[in-house]
């Protein structure tokens, strides 16, 4: 039970003491930093619950968790928004350097951790909106089948790579085409309303990441959920920002605190899944963002640069930052992640060699909160990453003027 979650032994013994104790809450969140397993938990745990040995253990032989190893059970649903490109790409490159049984669970699960975000269930009444990416999903499925656990034996490499390569530039299309990042009030009412209907399952289990990015009608929604849980029905919460979840929610749920996996912690999850150990991977963020096309060095660098052309120590700002990192939604979030990083760093040194201007706190303030309700814009409302970066920089400008 949970062997394959590394380094949360607080959180997976919680989660243990909660099942056999049968305490475990209707309503989870999760919470913590990104690439913390949050999602991996949430999923080992619908597994769990599901299982018709009551056991639990990953390499249980019922039918029930052969299909949730394959994320192909019909009793779990899943919304939300996740860094797909980057977590496919990943695992493409793992499969294909191992072309073992373990890396294509590891395909087939990252493919199927976007695709079934696009289940019937979910979008009942607006499947014309899915027309444009049905043949990128039915090509999709095709592939986690086929290269997945239980399709034929793998192809030679160079074809292998081929039909990886392929998979990596379908799920970027899906991604460019639709957004699943903020999820709908109608999507939560449908979702509601399936957890509400009797059917053959004993146990149904909806997992909704980044709660967080909710608009406030699916906010209600939601909680209209929260308030009135079916029985058998469990809903798993996950946030990286669990300060921006509203408190009439946070009060209807059991927090579970995901630590960050840092250090030797990091390298044993690169070498365990990724069967990765390489000195530009010293960490999970470093590693997943080679597979965006950005290392963080690079990443902190234009950071800097996009605050002296805005603080007038350079006159103009970088061509590479405009179109590079503000045409690409993901690498534009990394992009804010690191400036807040960089701000906060200069706040607390009071002195950074890189630049010579040191900006006021209520200035610092102001920016910091321009830059978090940016990401909102991105994430929930989908405004384009040129726009937000162009508001930041002018603001910032006419500030420090």
Same mark, same amino acid.
């Given at each position: ?6 380094? @949360? ?7 243990? @003491? ?16 990104? *690439? ?11 597994? %769990? ?41 990943? !695992? !493409?490159?793992?499969?294909?350097? /191992? ?7 590891? #395909?087939?699960?990252?493919? +199927?951790?976007?695709?079934? +975000?696009?289940?019937?269930? =979910? ?5 014309? &909106?899915?027309? &444009? $990416? ?10 986690? *089948? ?36 903020? %999820?709908?009030?109608?999507? $939560? ?10 059917? /053959? ?32 029905? *469990? ?14 929610? =946070? ?74 990192? #503000?045409?690409?939604?993901?690498? #534009?979030?990394?992009?804010? @992640? ?13 002195? #950074?060699?890189?630049?010579? *201007?040191?900006?006021?706190?209520? @200035? ?6 321009? $830059? ?7 994430? %929930? ?10 508001? $930041?920089?002018?603001?910032? +400008?006419?500030?420090?003027?």
């Amino acid at each position: 039970m949970f062997e394959n979650i590394l380094h @949360q032994a607080e959180v997976v013994g919680r989660l243990k @003491q909660d099942l056999e104790g049968s305490t475990l809450p209707p309503s989870l969140l999760f919470s913590g930093p990104l *690439y913390s397993g949050k999602l991996s938990t949430a999923l080992e745990l619908a597994r %769990v619950l599901s299982c018709e040995e009551r056991l639990g253990e990953w390499n249980c032989s019922c039918k029930s968790c052969e299909a949730h190893r394959l994320l192909l059970a019909t009793n779990l649903v899943f919304l939300g928004g996740r860094y797909f490109t980057a977590e496919v790409a990943a !695992c !493409c490159d793992t499969l294909s350097r /191992t072309m073992n049984l373990s890396g294509r669970y590891l #395909f087939a699960r990252s493919v +199927r951790k976007l695709t079934r +975000r696009f289940d019937s269930l =979910l979008w009942e009444g607006e499947e014309s &909106r899915l027309s &444009r $990416i049905a043949s990128y999903l039915s090509r999709l499925d095709e592939l986690a *089948y086929d290269l997945g656990p239980n399709g034929s034996p793998l192809p030679p490499p160079q074809e292998l790579n081929k039909r990886l390569e392929e998979a990596v530039t379908l799920v970027r299309k899906v991604e460019d085409s639709i957004s699943v990042v903020s %999820v709908p009030v109608g999507m $939560i009412r449908r979702v509601a309303a399936w957890a509400h209907l009797k059917g /053959t399952e004993p146990t149904k289990v909806i997992v909704l990441e980044n709660a967080d990015r909710l608009l406030d009608a699916a906010r209600n929604a939601l909680l209209k959920l929260l308030e009135e849980p079916p029985s058998s029905v *469990y809903l798993i919460l996950t946030t990286t920002r669990k300060n921006a979840i509203i408190p009439t929610i =946070l009060s209807r749920v059991r927090t579970y605190t995901f630590q960050p996996r840092v250090g030797t912690s990091a390298l044993e999850v690169l070498e365990r899944i990724f069967k990765v150990s390489s000195p530009e991977c010293q960490d999970l963020e470093s590693f997943f963002l080679l597979f965006q096309g950005v290392k963080a060095s690079t990443l902190r660098g234009h950071a800097v640069q996009f605050l002296k052309s805005a603080w007038g120590e350079e006159k103009e700002l970088s061509p590479e930052i405009v179109t590079d990192l #503000f045409q690409d939604r993901e690498k #534009f979030r990394l992009f804010l @992640q690191e400036l807040v990083a960089v701000l906060h760093e200069i706040l607390r040194k009071k002195t #950074f060699p890189e630049v010579s *201007y040191l900006p006021s706190l209520s @200035q610092m303030e102001d920016w910091i909160e321009l $830059i978090r309700k940016s990401v909102e814009s991105l994430e %929930v409302l989908n405004v384009h990453p040129l726009l937000l970066g162009e508001r $930041i920089f002018l603001r910032m +400008r006419r500030s420090h003027a």
